[in-house]
C-alpha cells in the first residue's frame, strides 16, 4: 500500500487525518460491539427463562386437559368454539442502529368462548394454561428474533472492527511510516546538497579574494 503513495506533505497530513478517523471508527465499532453483546447476553438468560416457563406450562396444560378428556370425553367441540389469534402488534425499537421487535398480543386473558354447561374446571385450567403458553410463545418469539439480529449485527460489526484493526489502520501507518522516511531523506540529500553548495561557494570566494 505505501507504493501507491505519493510521499509529499500533503499527502502525509491527509493520511493522519484517515488515521485519527479510522482510530476512531474503531473505538466506536468496539463500543457497539461490546453493548451489543452485552444486550444479546442478557436476552439469552431471558429466553431460557422464558422457556422454562412455557415448558412447565404446557405440562400443567396436557396434565389438566387429560384430565378433562376423562371427566368429558374428547373435548374437540369446545376446543373449535376457541379463535384464531389476530390480536399481534409488532413494533421496533432501536439499539446502537439494531431494530429490534418488540411484540404484543391483544386478547383478553381468560376469555373462554365455550359454554360452561358441559364443560369442567379442568378444561377452564387448561384453557388458563394454554393461554399462559401462548403470550409466553409471543415473548419468547421477540426475544429469540432480538437475538438473532444481534448475534447478526455483532457479526457485521466484529467484521468491520477487525479490518479497521488489522487492515485499514496498519497501511495507514505503514504509509505515514513510509513517506515520513521519505521526506527525511529528501531533507538529508537537501542538506547535503547545501552542505556543498556552501563550501564550492566560499571555495570560489577565497579564490577569487587571493
Known amino acids: 500500500m505505501a507504493n501507491q503513495v505519493f510521499p ?3 499527502n502525509l497530513l491527509n493520511i493522519k487525518k484517515s488515521l485519527s478517523l479510522a482510530s ?47 371427566a368429558l370425553g374428547v ?16 413494533t421496533y425499537r432501536s439499539v446502537m442502529g439494531v431494530e429490534l421487535p418488540h411484540i404484543t398480543i391483544d ?3 381468560g ?7 358441559n364443560t369442567n374446571s379442568q378444561l377452564d385450567q387448561a384453557f388458563v ?8 410463545t409471543v415473548v419468547l418469539a421477540e426475544v429469540e428474533n432480538s437475538i438473532y439480529r444481534l448475534a447478526v449485527s455483532i457479526k457485521k460489526t ?3 472492527a477487525n479490518a479497521l484493526k488489522n487492515i485499514i489502520i496498519p ?16 531533507e538529508r540529500e537537501e542538506f547535503s546538497r547545501l552542505k556543498v553548495i556552501r563550501r564550492i561557494t566560499s571555495e570560489k570566494n577565497g579564490e577569487a579574494a587571493g
Do not use: W
Not at 394454561?129 to 409466553?136: D, G, V
Open 171 to 186: 497501511g495507514f501507518q505503514e504509509n505515514i511510516h513510509f513517506i515520513s522516511n521519505a521526506l527525511e531523506e529528501k
Open 129 to 136: 394454561c394454554f393461554s399462559r403458553c401462548k403470550e409466553l
Open 158 to 160: 466484529q467484521c468491520r
Open 24 to 70: 476512531l471508527g474503531y473505538d466506536l465499532m468496539d463500543r457497539k460491539r461490546n453493548i451489543l453483546i452485552r444486550e444479546m447476553m442478557t436476552l439469552i438468560d431471558t429466553a431460557q427463562m422464558v422457556r422454562d416457563q412455557i415448558d412447565e406450562t404446557y405440562r400443567r396444560a396436557y396434565r389438566a386437559l387429560q384430565r378433562a378428556h376423562v
Open 111 to 117: 376469555e373462554a368462548h365455550y359454554g360452561l354447561q
Open 8 to 10: 509529499t506533505k500533503g
Open 75 to 90: 373435548c374437540g367441540e369446545a376446543a373449535a368454539t376457541t379463535p384464531i389469534e389476530t390480536g399481534i402488534t409488532i
Open 107 to 109: 386478547s383478553q386473558e
